[in-house]
């Protein structure tokens, strides 16, 4: 129970701490108004994402011996987040392009990247 507290709370302050950096971000960029609504987008995708990885979760603990199945749904669940809040905010994105891909170099692929090396050395 220790270690799934322990876990729990990393991943908590993260995503905090991810969320007041997007906020602060958008207050020092002026584009609150935008980034508020993908924000609010991009966390309701989460949420639907860990209502479907639920029972993915279930199946492999209690069925499947290897942990590739999991890795492989919860890569496709994540690309497709992308894919939903990248198409349904064509519009957006297109017109703030250069602080879309700040964004999404700085606050979403760097703290993956930041985390598999810590993780795997």
Known sequence: FYF???IFTVVF???VIKYFTDVFLASVLDIKE???YFLQLKYSYLSTICLLIYPVVVVNEFAITTNYFLITILT????FRFLLILFNNKRLILGK???????FCTLEI??????YKTTTT
């Open 76 to 79: 496709i669940l994540i690309l």
């Open 110 to 115: 760097a703290p993956l990247l930041i985390l």
């Open 34 to 36: 935008e980034v508020n």
């Open 13 to 15: 302050c993260f995503l």
């Open 4 to 6: 799934f507290l322990k």
């Open 97 to 103: 392009l250069f602080y879309f891909i700040l964004y």
